[in-house]
């Protein structure tokens, strides 16, 4: 039997993605959300137009699904099946790491935690499931941000003022700040945050993706700022390294065969 076509599972993904969101995506948008080239991408949008399942508008330049391919809803994987396909990795990621590890997934522009593992210690910890964590300030978020155009574009609409929610005095504030983060995001292929959401807290995470490469989700440890990064600030390369093994492998197990 011939292996899988790698051009159809990309068109898949786009697909995918444009039926997540209530909007319409760029070409930029696309490409960087699914890890394309923007030829690449060009090139796929094109073909999906010429054949009805794409539409573009002819002001703005935006695609959206055609009218063929609406029924096709709103999310191909459920929250539960993220779930019971990352609980294994995410405990031998916490027992691995050391600290806390959280799965989260995007939601109305912030971060929704559908799983957590406490730290493998005694100490004393609470349950984050169901709640709810800002984008920006978090490195679950930033992966979000970097790799889910509905997700950027959620963050957008919910910033009025051209500030985003200042926690502490590293949290990134403008949208030109969050730009640059997010680029450096997409190049390294993991995020981290560095007391931004809180003094003395610390995260690294990696993206969860689907067939063709959609993100669906990202993985992440959190714990103290002193544990997770070095004498310099910056996050242990050991941490990021089991970060980016375990979210890989969940990526393997929800058929993203490139990661």
């Known amino acids: ?12 993904a786009i697909l995918r993605l ?3 969101g209530s909007g319409r995506l ?9 890890g394309l080239a923007r030829g690449t991408a060009h090139g796929i949008l094109r073909t ?17 699904l055609g009218a063929a391919l609406l029924h096709l809803g709103t999310s191909y994987l459920d929250v539960n099946e993220l779930r019971s396909r990352a609980i294994n990795w995410a405990d031998a990621l ?14 109305q522009g912030k971060v929704l935690v559908v799983h957590h593992v406490f730290r493998p210690d005694d ?3 609470t349950l984050d499931v169901g709640m709810l964590l800002p984008m920006h300030a978090t490195a679950i978020g930033k992966v979000l941000l970097a790799y889910d155009a509905n997700a950027a574009a959620a963050q957008q609409d919910a910033v009025q003022d051209g500030e985003l929610e200042q926690f502490t005095r590293r949290t990134v504030r403008t ?24 003094m003395g807290e610390a995260g690294v995470a990696a993206p969860i993706r689907g067939y063709g490469g959609l993100v669906v989700g990202a993985m992440g440890i959190s714990g103290a700022t002193e544990r997770i990064c070095d004498s310099g600030g910056r996050p242990r390369p050991e941490l990021v390294g089991y970060v980016r093994d375990a ?3 969940v990526s393997r197990d929800l058929g993203a065969s490139r990661w």
């Open 1 to 12: 039997m011939p292996g899988p076509v790698q051009s159809i599972e990309r068109a898949a």
């Open 18 to 20: 444009l039926a997540q």
């Open 26 to 34: 760029g070409l930029t948008e696309i490409a960087n959300s699914l």
């Open 48 to 64: 999906l137009q010429l054949v009805g399942f794409v539409e573009q508008d002819e002001a703005t330049g935006k695609y959206q």
């Open 94 to 107: 916490a027992a691995r790491s050391g600290e806390a590890v959280r799965i989260g997934t995007h939601l």
């Open 123 to 125: 100490s004393l910890q």
């Open 175 to 198: 949208r030109r700040e969050m730009s640059r983060m997010l680029a450096t995001v997409r190049e390294h292929g993991w995020a981290s945050d560095v007391d931004e959401a809180g």
């Open 247 to 249: 979210a890989r492998a």
